[in-house]
C-alpha cells in the first residue's frame, strides 16, 4: 500500500514539523492503513479510527517516550503503535509472534503501561506521576480514556487521589461507547458537561483581545483570578473542578488544531488537568461509523460465520425468562459481546448493564438473590477475575446462589494472555459447594442452565468464544447423570485422556493418533468439573488398570486437573503412579510466530500422547 506521508516521516522532529493541511492527509492515510489491516488480521476498528487526530496530537505535543501516554484497555492504540516505529511490523497485529493488539511494555518504549482491562489507566498514570515527583522529573504523563471507562469505579478511585500539583493529563475521549452503549447517570453527566461548551470559546476570545496592550493584559490577569468562579456559575457543580483537577473543554476530538492548542494549554499548565473531547467511533469509515458496536472488534478476513455461544445462551435466556418471571440478566457492558441485546428488548425491566464494574454486578447480583430472585451474571472469564473477592465474601460466603455465565473460556489465539479464559475453574474450585458445568454443544448449555436456575449454591456454566465443539458434541452420554461423554473403544485400553471444553476435540485427534500405533486410548470428557464420588467411580471403571491423563486448557495450579488428579489418586493403591496431567503453567506466555498456541502450552494431540504412552 502506497501512501504519501505515511512512512516518510521518520522522526518525531519530522512529525512535529508537519503543517496542519497536511495532517488531514496523513490522518486519511492511516485510516486507510487500520482499515485494510484490521480487516485482514481482526481486531478493534472503530475503537482506533476514532482516536486517529487526537493520537497523532498526542504525538506531536508531547515528548514521547519521555513522557509517557498509557490508553485505557489500549484497544485503541493501533495508531499510537503506527506513529512510533511500528508500521513496517503492522500488518503483523494480533499474529503469533506480531504486534499485540494492546500496549505492552516488553514490545516498545512508547508503550509504558501493559493494557488489556478497562479502568485502570489512571491509576496506573498516577504511579508514574507520582514517582516523577518524587525523583524531581519534569516528565508528563498522559491518560487517554474513554467515558466507558468511568462507569469502572478504579477511575473515580484513582481520581480521589490527583494532586493538583501533578504533571498528568488525563484526556477523555466521549464517543458514548464502550462495546455495547454507555448506560449509568456517570455517563449522563458526561453529556451534560459537554452542552456548558459556551465559556471555553468566551476565554479564548477574550484571551486574543484583551493581549494586545497593557491594560488588556492586566484586564487578563484579573479576569484569570475570576475564573473559578466563572465556571462554577456557567457548569454549576463540575465533578472534576469539585475534585481540584482543572478541566478543559469540551471540544471536537477531530480538530487538530483545536486538539494540540488544548493539550499545549494543559501541558504548561503544569497542574493536573482533564482535557474533554468529542469523537466519533468509527470516524472516517462509513459502516463503522453507523454501527460502532459492530465494528467495535472484527474477526479476522475469511472466518465462516457460525451460531455463537453466547448468541444461543442469549436466546435460551429470552426462553426461558418468559416462564419464570424472576430470572435476571446482568451484564458488565458487554450485552452484545455475551448474547444479551435481545434479553435487554424482551424483558427491559429484568436486564441490568451496569457499566465496566464486575465487582458492583457480582454483589448486586447477590442482592437481587437475597431477594428471591435468579441473576445470570453474563462476564467474560478474564474480566471475572475482578470480582473474585465479591464471590467469596459476598455470594459464597451469605450462600446465596446466582448463575455466572463464564463466557470466552479457554485460550484467546488473537488477544493474548490478558484475555486468556484460564483462572476461572481454580476461582471457582476454592468456593466450597460450588457447581461448574462445562457444556460441550448447545443442547448441553440449555439443560445445565436450567438445571443451574434451579439450585442453591453458585453455579459456573463456562463456554468457548464461538460454537460448538466440532468432533466432541457427537460424543455419547455415558454417566447416568449426564455429565460424563465418550468415546470408549472396544476391548483392554492403553490410556484414558480425561478432559472438558474445547479441548475435547484435541483428545480426540489424539486418540487417533494413538490407533496408528495400534494403541487403544479412551476419551472422556467432563461437563462437570467438581470431582464427586459418582465421577470418580466411573472414570475407574472405565480406566481399569490404564494409565489416565487429565488435559486441561486451564491453570494448572488449583484447576480441575489437580483436583481430579488428586481424588483419583486417593482411590489407586498406588497412588499418583496412573496419574498424568497436562495444564497450562506458564499463563503469560507469548506465542511465538508459527507455532500453535495449543503446542506452546504443551496440550497439543502429539502431547497427550507422549504424556499418556510415555
Do not use: W
Not at 464471590?391 to 484467546?412: F, M, S, T, Y
Amino acid at each position: 500500500m502506497t501512501h504519501q506521508l505515511l512512512g516518510k516521516i521518520k522522526t518525531a522532529e519530522e512529525l512535529k514539523a508537519l503543517p496542519y493541511e497536511e495532517c488531514a492527509t496523513l490522518c486519511e492515510e492511516i485510516r486507510r492503513e487500520l482499515v485494510t489491516r484490521v480487516s485482514q488480521n481482526g481486531g478493534h476498528l472503530a475503537s482506533n479510527l476514532g482516536v486517529v487526530e487526537l493520537t497523532l496530537a498526542l504525538h506531536r505535543v508531547f515528548d514521547l517516550p519521555n513522557d509517557r501516554l498509557i490508553f485505557d484497555v489500549s484497544h485503541q492504540a493501533y495508531v499510537h503503535k503506527i506513529l512510533s516505529g511500528r508500521l513496517d511490523r503492522f500488518d503483523s497485529l494480533r499474529t503469533p509472534g506480531g504486534l499485540s493488539g494492546f500496549q505492552r511494555r516488553d514490545e516498545s518504549p512508547y508503550d509504558p503501561f501493559g493494557g488489556g482491562h478497562a479502568s485502570t489507566s489512571l491509576s496506573a498514570a498516577l504511579g508514574f506521576a507520582e514517582a516523577d515527583r518524587i525523583q524531581n522529573k519534569e516528565n508528563y504523563t498522559v491518560a487517554v480514556l474513554g467515558d466507558g471507562a468511568f462507569t469502572g469505579g478504579m477511575i473515580h478511585e484513582a481520581l480521589n487521589n490527583c494532586d493538583r500539583d501533578l504533571h498528568l493529563i488525563i484526556v477523555l475521549n466521549e464517543n458514548e461507547m464502550s462495546i455495547s452503549p454507555n448506560t449509568g447517570h456517570f455517563a449522563s453527566y458526561i453529556s451534560k458537561i459537554r452542552s456548558s461548551k459556551g465559556y471555553f470559546g468566551i476565554k479564548r476570545r477574550t484571551k486574543k483581545l484583551f493581549s494586545k496592550n497593557a491594560l488588556g493584559r492586566r484586564i487578563t490577569r484579573f479576569v484569570s483570578k475570576k475564573k473559578a468562579q466563572i465556571k462554577q456559575m456557567t457548569f454549576l457543580d463540575n465533578y472534576f473542578e469539585q475534585m481540584d483537577i482543572k478541566y478543559l473543554g469540551p471540544i471536537d476530538g477531530h480538530n487538530q488544531k483545536q486538539l494540540e492548542l488544548l493539550l499545549s494549554e494543559a501541558k504548561y499548565s503544569q497542574c493536573c488537568t482533564l482535557i474533554h473531547i468529542k469523537t466519533v467511533k468509527g470516524k472516517g469509515y462509513t459502516p463503522a461509523e453507523t454501527q460502532p458496536d459492530v465494528y467495535h472488534g472484527i474477526p479476522p478476513a475469511g472466518n465462516a460465520k457460525v451460531e455463537t455461544f453466547s448468541e444461543h445462551f442469549g436466546k435460551t435466556m429470552c426462553t426461558l425468562a418468559k416462564t419464570d418471571e424472576r430470572i435476571c440478566a446482568i451484564t458488565a457492558a458487554m450485552a452484545d459481546g455475551t448474547g444479551l441485546s435481545d434479553f435487554a428488548k424482551v424483558h427491559p425491566k429484568r436486564f441490568f448493564d451496569v457499566g465496566i464494574a464486575e465487582e458492583h454486578a457480582l454483589t448486586f447480583a447477590a442482592g437481587l438473590s437475597a431477594s428471591e430472585m435468579k441473576p445470570v451474571f453474563a462476564v467474560y472469564s478474564t474480566f471475572m477475575q475482578r470480582s473474585y473477592d465479591q464471590l467469596i465474601h459476598d455470594a459464597a460466603l451469605q450462600k446465596l446462589p446466582l448463575v455466572l455465565a463464564v463466557d470466552r473460556a479457554g485460550l484467546a489465539k488473537a488477544d493474548g494472555p490478558t484475555h486468556h479464559g484460564i483462572f476461572d475453574v481454580s476461582m471457582a474450585l476454592t468456593l466450597p459447594e460450588s457447581n461448574i458445568y462445562a457444556p460441550l454443544d448447545f443442547a448441553a448449555l440449555d439443560r445445565l442452565l436450567y438445571l443451574s436456575l434451579q439450585k442453591k449454591e453458585i453455579s459456573f456454566i463456562r463456554y468457548r468464544s464461538g460454537g460448538e465443539c466440532a468432533s466432541a458434541k457427537e460424543l455419547p452420554y455415558i454417566y447416568k447423570e449426564e455429565f460424563l461423554r465418550g468415546a470408549l473403544p472396544d476391548g483392554r485400553l492403553d490410556g484414558v485422556i480425561l478432559t472438558y471444553s474445547q479441548l475435547s476435540d484435541e483428545a480426540l485427534k489424539a486418540k487417533a493418533l494413538a490407533e496408528k500405533q495400534d494403541k487403544k486410548v479412551a476419551v472422556l470428557a467432563l461437563e462437570s468439573l467438581r470431582p464427586t464420588n459418582t465421577l470418580i467411580d466411573e472414570i475407574l471403571r472405565i480406566a481399569g488398570d490404564a494409565p489416565i491423563l487429565f488435559a486441561e486448557e486451564g491453570v494448572k495450579n488449583g484447576g480441575a486437573a489437580e483436583a481430579f488428579g488428586r481424588a483419583i489418586a486417593e482411590r489407586l493403591p498406588d497412588g499418583y503412579k496412573r496419574i498424568r496431567t497436562l495444564a497450562i503453567t506458564d499463563p503469560f506466555l507469548l506465542q511465538p510466530k508459527d507455532k500453535e498456541l495449543l503446542s506452546c502450552h504443551h496440550l497439543s494431540a502429539d502431547h497427550m500422547i507422549a504424556t499418556l504412552l510415555a
